[in-house]
């Protein structure tokens, strides 16, 4: 499908690459700056078909910003232009993670090195926070949703409950409980489902071929591991990069043992100033994961199976579901597990912001379970005031003074060089 006097390919790609080198600040900046360009300026989309397409995306595990460009591509100049709107949105981003995850996996160790990223942790967190007081804003619109909130909190930071059961969970009440939402059924289209099928039959072909033949074909285990891994985080990770974090940061850490809590805080730290999605903080894990195992070039290899997995399954999601993306936005039950959703995922980034911050704040905290409950306890004796101090810097900057987080990152991680740097010499 294409628009009405579509411009040509040629033309619309310098504008997917121009976006795609420039999509600093996460989702929220990417979208506006998608608005911008193919809404406002260009006028190759309508309002009424961005909006209907932002929902859609929302509604998909993965992120959204990318699947939108996606969308917003095929929708102009078909399957090609929605493949490379695509790949250009993740491409620039995706090699400069290469290049500094080279850098971080060679020289995190110096002492220098160590404290700039130092500053970047405190950063973090308080980007998490702010994630979460931005989705929750949206979310909690209901006393329902902050009751799965809530629940979801407890569930995955007390119970440890699988967060895609969570996410499961959300969605069954939100269709059934979905509250008075409208539906105008008058833009159904239709779409022989056969084609349909093709496209997902296709699609999955392309997503597993590679991995069924690295299962076959070679004896280094993590790649496969690596490529099982992440499939399961694209298919299941509702809610954009944050949410992602919070179901593999712990799993990564205290399950695979693949990066320390510290290791994964600098990669969503180098995300941020990066171009691209945020998601991208999954080739950071990849690469690290077998830059330990095998150097250098496994890492390479593991930075792309990783690439492959997480990002396949977004161009599957949006070829097959395009057609109806019109369709979708009309279905109250689909809003309503939509919603749901959501307000789940406000639980679980809570629950990435209290597990950074413990990871960040105190040098040695200690998993303890005590019947069905795990609860985690930090020394209090371990307390890194130099840290909770930039922290708190960092929230002025960023919560009250509203300032870009690449200053604010940058500032932070000089101050920590600082400070480490003062007090080593006492």
């Not at 969970?169 to 979905?178: K, T």
């Not at 950074?356 to 998993?367: Q, Y």
């Not at 890194?384 to 002025?396: D, G, P, S």
Request: one cysteine or more; charged letters at 10%; a neutral charge.
């Amino acid at each position: 499908m294409t628009q009405p006097n579509a411009p040509s390919l040629s033309e619309t790609l310098p504008v997917w690459a121009k976006i795609g080198v420039l999509s600093f600040g996460g989702p929220a900046a990417q979208i506006a700056m998608m608005h911008r360009e193919i809404v406002e300026g260009k006028k190759w989309l309508t309002e009424a078909q961005f909006l209907n397409a932002l929902s859609f995306c929302m509604l998909l595990p993965g992120p959204e910003a990318m699947q939108l460009a996606t969308y917003a591509g095929w929708r102009i100049n078909g399957t090609l232009g929605g493949l490379l709107a695509g790949l250009l949105f993740v491409i620039p981003g995706a090699f400069v993670i290469l290049a500094l995850a080279t850098i971080y996996a060679s020289f995190s160790t110096v002492p220098l090195i160590a404290a700039l990223f130092l500053g970047i942790k405190a950063t973090v967190v308080i980007i998490v926070i702010e994630a979460l007081l931005r989705v929750s804003k949206k979310a909690l619109k209901r006393t329902d949703h902050w009751v799965i909130a809530g629940l979801a909190f407890a569930g995955i930071f007390l119970l440890t409950i699988p967060y895609p059961l969570i996410i499961l969970a959300a969605a069954i009440y939100g269709s059934l409980f979905n509250g008075k939402i409208t539906a105008d059924t008058a833009s159904i289209i239709r779409q022989p489902f056969s084609s349909t099928l093709k496209t997902i039959a296709l699609w999955l072909v392309i997503w597993w071929a590679p991995i069924l033949a690295l299962d076959a074909f070679t004896q280094t285990s993590i790649l496969t591991e690596i490529a099982y891994f992440f499939s399961r985080l694209a298919v299941v990770t509702f809610g954009g990069a944050y949410a992602v974090l919070a179901y593999m940061g712990q799993d990564v850490v205290t399950l695979k043992g693949w990066l320390t809590a510290g290791q994964m805080m600098d990669g969503l730290g180098l995300a941020e100033t990066t171009p691209g999605p945020l998601i991208l903080v999954t080739e950071f894990v990849g690469f690290l994961a077998g830059y330990a195992i095998g150097g250098w070039w496994l890492g390479l290899f593991a930075a792309i199976v990783t690439l492959w997995v997480t990002f396949t399954p977004c161009f599957l999601w949006i070829f097959a579901g395009a057609p109806y993306i019109d369709w979708v936005a009309t279905q109250p039950r689909l809003r309503g597990a939509l919603n749901a959703i959501t307000a789940a995922v406000v639980g679980v980034i809570l629950n990435l912001s209290v597990w950074f911050a413990l990871h960040v704040f105190f040098d040695r905290v200690t998993a303890t379970e005590t019947g069905i409950l795990t609860l985690w306890i930090p020394q209090w004796s371990s307390l890194n005031l130099t840290v909770v101090t930039l922290a708190i810097l960092c929230a002025y900057l960023l919560l009250k003074r509203h300032w870009n987080v690449l200053w604010v990152l940058l500032i932070a991680a000089l101050l920590s060089l600082g400070a480490t740097t003062i007090l080593t010499s006492i």
